[in-house]
């Protein structure tokens, strides 16, 4: 590959074996240093992109636990409780006259 293109220049520009090496790598040299520029930016911006989607699925998840609490409290609550405990299972009002009290010693 090298060959084709050294003959090429070696035929149009005249330059010789040295100074086509030279120049190629010295182009690398200045492809990898901006290679090293770059790479930390475009690593930035993917963990931006990958912060931003962590950050939103963290809101979502916190909007759920906040409608998961309500719906406990909610169904822990003592009226809700009271009319299950009535209407579903059967269970009546407590009569205070047959209340018998009995202490253990």
Known sequence: MFDGVRRLIQGRLHVSSIDFW??????VLFMLGALALVWPNVKKIKLAYEYQDLAKEHRDLLKENHLLN???ESLRSLDRVYL????EVGMKELDIDKVITIFLK
């Open 70 to 72: 309500l719906e406990r």
């Open 84 to 87: 299950l405990a009535k209407n």
């Open 22 to 27: 030279m120049v190629i790598s010295i182009s």
